[in-house]
């Protein structure tokens, strides 16, 4: 049966620092994920082969190094562009561009970032993935909790615009199997 894995990236020192977006590399705790994500495929996989798919950013393919597939990297699984917002914390953006932040606050489906997009963007951004995915038998998603939440929301039945909402933490493998009725979801949490 077909089956969908999804991952964030191991915390980034981005993340550690409150920042969004960048192409930082992966924190200490990250790199423990990035060691122990072979052994919770595996719990959850077996011996399937399985195809990895990461975005660009250094993060993912950090976290997937470790991993004993044949990997792709996709520019459409790059993190949703802040534009302007880029390297900064939530709270900087409050203060350098509070009507920003509160029309993001007021619609985080729609609000897209100065020179960079909006959760809609990452949805039309992500249909040939999306149409590939659903060609395809068994595939990992490492990539990034915008761009996760889409995905998740699609395969879940949920409107797209309540993706901003979807809950995807870090450090935690995601299984998705698409069935007539419905998707079935494991999710199993990296005790690091
Ligand atoms: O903080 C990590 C991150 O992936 C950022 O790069 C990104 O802008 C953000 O999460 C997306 O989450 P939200 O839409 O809730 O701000």
């Not at 969908?4 to 915390?11: F, N, P, T």
């Not at 660009?56 to 534009?83: F, I, V």
């Not at 953006?93 to 489906?109: G, L, S, T, V």
């Not at 595939?139 to 809950?167: D, G, K």
């Amino acid at each position: 049966p077909r089956t969908i894995w999804l991952s964030r990236h191991g915390e980034s020192m981005y993340n550690l620092e409150g920042k969004i977006g960048g192409d930082a590399g992966l924190s200490p705790r990250g790199l423990k994920y990035a060691e122990k994500l072979p052994e919770l495929v595996r719990q959850s996989a077996g011996y399937r082969d399985l195809t990895v798919w990461i975005s660009t950013l250094k993060r993912t393919a950090e976290t997937s190094q470790h991993l004993p597939y044949k990997k792709l990297q996709w520019k459409a699984l790059d993190e949703l562009d802040a534009g302007v917002c880029d390297g900064m914390t939530y709270e900087e953006i409050e203060n350098k561009f509070p009507e920003d932040f509160k029309a993001r606050d007021d619609n985080k489906y729609e609000y897209r970032y100065r020179g960079g997009e909006s959760y809609r963007d990452v949805v039309i951004r992500l249909e040939p993935i999306i149409m590939e995915l659903e060609r395809q038998e068994n595939i990992l998603i490492v990539t990034h909790q915008a761009v996760l939440r889409c995905i998740y929301a699609y395969f879940m039945n949920v409107p797209q615009e309540e993706s901003p909402w979807m809950s995807i933490p870090l450090h935690t493998l995601i299984k998705l199997e698409p069935k007539a009725y419905g998707t079935t979801v494991t999710r199993i949490k990296a005790n690091i």
